[in-house]
């Protein structure tokens, strides 16, 4: 029993004893059982033979000169410095069109006077946004390894992009009204793309259907909304529209989907809540939002479509 | 000025000049490289286009984090730095590799498996290995028994028994501790030896052969 586990253990040994890798200790204590021991021996040999025939393999010469050319490095770059096209287009499309929804849905909001509930989403959604953000920047990371010196082209222009999108989302954060909303959107359009059919569907439904009357009256902001909030609501709602986009084709992580599908939910609070302040407006928030509904869902079917195409094109 | 590789080759005087954008001076490095990294991306990935391309990406990539690569020469706990730190960038783009061919099984059905059919095991033997194998069965043998180990393992004892690093440079090229790269050839180095005796009539003679020059 005692030799058995002996056996066991030094047999492990075998391969770093080949390579030199032994103390001088467990050297001795393996020639000693080696000489005792015909299983082990004859391992030894095979092991020792199975290295020398990997050593001894031909090396395949190079089929040309891997001389970088100042081309080359040109070419890097414009390759690294623009998105994956297609998904680019798609995805500024997208956020094009979140933003005239986005837009519309302010301007019946704050026609009809409302708007106060809004600005208790200021706080929280901003944050969200920067984590959101943060999703494909974190998995290109750990995409390129611990050297950092070796980032892969794709990867990179797409964790650019998002970082670029955080900070030009983070500036209208304070902005009050239209950075909450913006954002909220932003991750409706997130938590359709996401789950690639049910969850997205459930989202824009969400949109609609949510009873209003959950959240309590809120006072107005003490910023006055200016004429000039739906043009920074647009700004935002591009930014974040883009950022959040391609988070959802690579479908990330459970945890992300969640994140995005509340986002979805606090959206969906938000306009109703202002709804309930004011029964004036109701029908043109009604109308707004399935428009913003109909957009949802018209963003997330093009992210499916073009996910397929970009598939199809890789392949 | 000769930049010739041979006797007058001096690395850490071309990575100084690299540093400084001197292409010329990093390409010298290029050519020294070339023919044990694009081996390495062969053995790793199989096929010899994809290790065309992760070869040439990893000479890009590295050239441009040049300036990130610290240390010359060899040192004492920090062996060969040069070759390690490239190896590591060319394992990094083979890995990337094998990832995108996880990530796009589809592709696999538009080109013919290897026998055991798994993930990492797609790609066609291209023409560069086939002639390699030719040369001997065993050399085809091994190479069949090496797409079998995982990922991690075949680097390890590629690394070690084809391209001849010592276990300190293994684990830097890995990023892994010593004990690891120990244990990680020690299993490769047992998987291959049963893969190959399991293929009988390949490997007696060299036991034979091996047993009497001991």
Redesign the interface.
Known sequence: MLWLSKHARLR?N???Y??G?LTASQATALKAHLAVCETCSR?L???????????E????????????T?E??ER?AAAGARPTPALGVGMRLAGAAVAVVLAVVLVGDLTVGGGGGASREAGSQPAEESRLAQIPGATDTS??????????PSGNADSSTSQSNARAAAPCAPAGVPAATGSAAGGAAGGAGGPASGGGTSGGNGSIETPAGTAPPEPAPTSTPSPQSPNIAATCGDASGSVVAPVAPTTASPSAADTRLGAAGNAATTPAASESNEDGGASTLRVAEIVLAATLLAIMSGIVLEAALR?RR?? | MALGVGADFDEPDLIARSRQGE?AA??VL??RY??????LC?RMLVS?EAA?DA??E????????ID??RGGAAAPGRPAGFRA?LF??GV??C??EL?RRRA?P??SL?QPRGESGRAWDIENPGP??E??AE??E??RA?QEALRVLPTDQRLA??L???Q?L??AEIAQVM?VSLGTV?SR??RA??R??AL??SRGEL?PS??R???ED?
């Open positions: 492990n075998l391969s770093p080949i390579d890798r391992e040999d095979e092991l020792r033979a199975t290295a020398t025939a990997l050593n393999l031909p090396q395949a010469e190079p089929p040309r000169s891997f001389a970088i100042p080359m490095l890097k995409k390129s390894g611990e050297s950092g010196a070796y980032a892969q598939r890789i392949a | 292409l990093f390409n290029v050519e070339q023919r044990p990294l694009y081996n062969l010899s065309e070869t040439q990893a000479f890009i990539a590295a050239y441009r984090a990130r690569f730190w590591r960038i990094n783009a890995y990337d990832r796009r589809a592709a538009d560069a290995l002639e390699i040369t001997a065993l050399g091994i004892i590629v070690c028994d084809v001849g010592d276990y990023g120990k050839i020690n180095r047992s291959l030896r190959l005796l490997l060299r036991f052969q091996t047993s001991r």
